[in-house]
């Protein structure tokens, strides 16, 4: 569905037709450049499911008029799931979303059919896909429980299951943790979490790997959740920019360079990437210690190293001593250590259109210009955020199975 409404820019007075697609969520909040002064412009979207209305509101920069005329006033397309094509940005009867969705649709039968909701007349009306709002009750749900405020948190694990988990009722926060989890993720990125964990579970039934699951749950597992959910944290509170190619990036769909995510507020993502990159890199040690194993070594003996040499490598080397594992290695297929050193170093730059990204390759950004589209660096940060998902996903079984102590509860 599409909202069209009036906006008009506090700085020049111009009057915008905005095209708001609907997405998954009870609020969506976008930001745009003015078409006259190229000034930016907040504004947001609240959806009632239950009355099946929606409001929309100025945040910043502008303020909310009587929806233009046809033909009266420039016009600008957002969308909350989408990104729009570039020739259809500023077109006033378009349907961005129907090849999109045919190409979705497309690449979700690779995966396999699509599981069959069960639909329950009693239980409250909101979107299938509203990670957001989920997102926010778990974190609050993990939160208490880290600091020792058991009663509360099981309040809200039980309000959560009553939501969300009627028919399956949360076992605690962990599990309420894991669940949103594999959810989040879509078909690609839950076929790499079964074949990680098939992998996992193959390595540690023909091997003795007692040493390494002691290590693991008295020296890692706590310090890991912790950097997860700080991870977690920053990617869902600069969700209304990733949202934008989330269900796109869930099936392996890259956008191509003719599309556009309207929507830009660069400064609050520009140093994601660099961010996850980091956290991602610093994490699959977990992966090469299983390797180990798998290789008839002890998990902290590499081929030619030791574990101490190992953590101490650069971020970029973490992933060699597994390369040779193509279900692991398999997992790590966005890892741009250039996009990161930029990210990291803040040393991207963005176009007064919003459309282009550039930054310097090499070391210290001392070597050739790169560009890239703001859609496509939206695209990729999804994609590592998926990684660290699966990853954390991957652990959480694995504590499970070797009834190490769960990291939330």
């Not at 500023?90 to 059919?113: L, S």
């Not at 939160?143 to 058991?150: A, D």
Request: hydrophobic share 35%; with cysteine.
């Amino acid at each position: 569905m599409i909202i069209r409404c009036g906006l008009k820019c506090d700085t020049c007075g111009t009057v915008i037709a905005v095209r708001i697609g609907m997405g998954q969520g009870v609020e969506q909040d976008h930001t745009i450049n003015c078409i006259e002064c190229n000034e930016p412009i907040s504004f947001g979207m609240k959806v009632n499911y239950t009355e099946i209305s929606t409001d929309v509101f100025a945040i910043d920069g502008c303020s909310i008029v009587e929806t233009p005329p046809f033909g009266a006033s420039p016009v600008i397309n957002v969308d909350a799931n989408f990104v729009i094509p570039g020739d259809m940005v500023n077109k006033d009867i378009m349907f961005h979303r129907i090849i999109q969705t045919q190409r979705m649709m497309e690449a979700a039968e690779k995966f396999g059919p699509l599981a069959v909701r069960q639909f329950d007349i009693h239980a409250p009306r909101h979107p299938i896909a509203d990670y957001l709002s989920e997102w926010k009750q778990v974190k609050k749900a993990v939160s208490l429980s880290c600091n020792g405020k058991e009663k509360l948190a099981d309040k809200k694990v039980k309000s959560g299951s009553d939501e969300y988990y009627a028919n399956d009722p949360l076992d605690g926060p962990t599990d309420w943790f894991f669940r949103f989890t594999l959810k989040f993720l879509g078909q690609k990125y839950n076929s790499f979490f079964h074949r990680i964990t098939n992998e996992i579970s193959s390595i540690t039934n023909a091997h003795n790997c007692r040493t390494l699951i002691d290590h693991y749950a008295t020296t890692m597992v706590k310090m890991r959740f912790q950097r997860y959910r700080e991870i977690y944290t920053d990617f869902f509170s600069k969700y209304s920019q990733f949202s934008q190619v989330l269900f796109q990036a869930a099936l392996g769909l890259p956008p191509s360079d003719d599309m556009v995510a309207t929507s830009v507020q660069f400064d609050i993502v520009k140093s994601f990437y660099g961010d996850a990159f980091e956290v991602f890199a610093g994490s699959v040690d977990f992966l090469a210690m299983l390797n180990n194993v798998k290789s008839g070594r002890e998990y902290d003996q590499f081929s030619t190293i030791d574990l101490g040499k190992y953590l101490k490598l650069d971020n970029a080397s973490k992933f060699n001593p597994f390369s040779g594992n193509a279900v692991f290695i398999g997992l790590c297929e966005e890892r741009d250590n250039q996009i990161r050193n930029a990210s990291h170093h803040k040393g991207i730059q963005i176009d007064a259109g919003g459309l282009t990204l550039r930054y310097r390759s090499g070391k210290g950004g001392s070597g050739d210009e790169q560009e890239m589209t703001y859609s496509s660096y939206l695209y990729r940060s999804v994609c590592i955020f998926f990684q660290i998902c699966v990853l954390a996903a991957t652990e959480l079984v694995f504590c499970g199975a070797h009834k190490i102590d769960l990291p939330f509860d």
